[in-house]
């Protein structure tokens, strides 16, 4: 895992590839329980029977539920320190490739694209991603992934 000391430190390794994270299952029961927090039941997700003679095999993770994942993938390559709160600020140029089937690993590969030094202490950083399908040339999902890092306070003297 990469480790900055702190925002101040980001600059230095823009354009830099900050490598990829472990590899994460997407089973069935992740892709089960994403259908119920958002209420898309379709059957090549959530219908292994009918899916088998569907377009892709078998049940596949849902776009979104891979978009996601970037969040935690990308918590395990690099982190922060010196940081009191990341705020999610978006995602430009998502691209959905490749469908992730029940059971395949993926993993999330990041490249520090763009930092920016904003007001209040926030520094906006773009994370050019791409989650990587195990045994697959294409990945299932691009996207440049920003945030907004605030550097922490340091604490009041005694």
């Given at each position: 895992m990469r480790v900055f000391t702190s925002p101040d430190e980001l600059p230095l390794a823009?354009?830099?590839d900050l490598g990829v994270s472990p590899w994460h299952?997407?089973?069935?029961?992740?892709?089960?329980?994403?259908?119920?927090?958002?209420g898309d039941h379709q059957w090549i997700h959530v219908d292994a029977e009918r899916a088998r003679t569907g377009p892709f095999g078998g049940t596949i993770a849902h776009g979104f539920l891979t978009v996601a994942l970037l969040p935690l993938l990308l918590g395990r390559i690099a982190r922060v320190d010196g940081v009191d709160v990341t705020i999610n600020a978006g995602l430009d140029r998502l691209r959905f490739h490749s469908p992730v089937p029940s059971g395949a690993r993926?993993?999330?590969?990041?490249?520090?694209?763009?930092?920016?030094h904003r007001g209040g202490?926030?520094?906006?950083?773009?994370?050019?991603?791409?989650?990587?399908?195990?045994?697959?040339?294409?990945?299932?999902?691009?996207?440049?992934?920003?945030?907004?890092?605030?550097?922490?306070k340091p604490a009041p003297a005694h």
């Open positions: 823009l354009g830099e299952v997407v089973d069935q029961r992740q892709i089960d329980g994403f259908a119920a927090a958002t993926v993993r999330a590969r990041a490249e520090l694209s763009a930092v920016r202490g926030f520094t906006e950083i773009v994370l050019s991603t791409s989650l990587e399908i195990e045994g697959r040339s294409r990945p299932a999902v691009t996207a440049d992934v920003l945030a907004l890092l605030r550097a922490a």
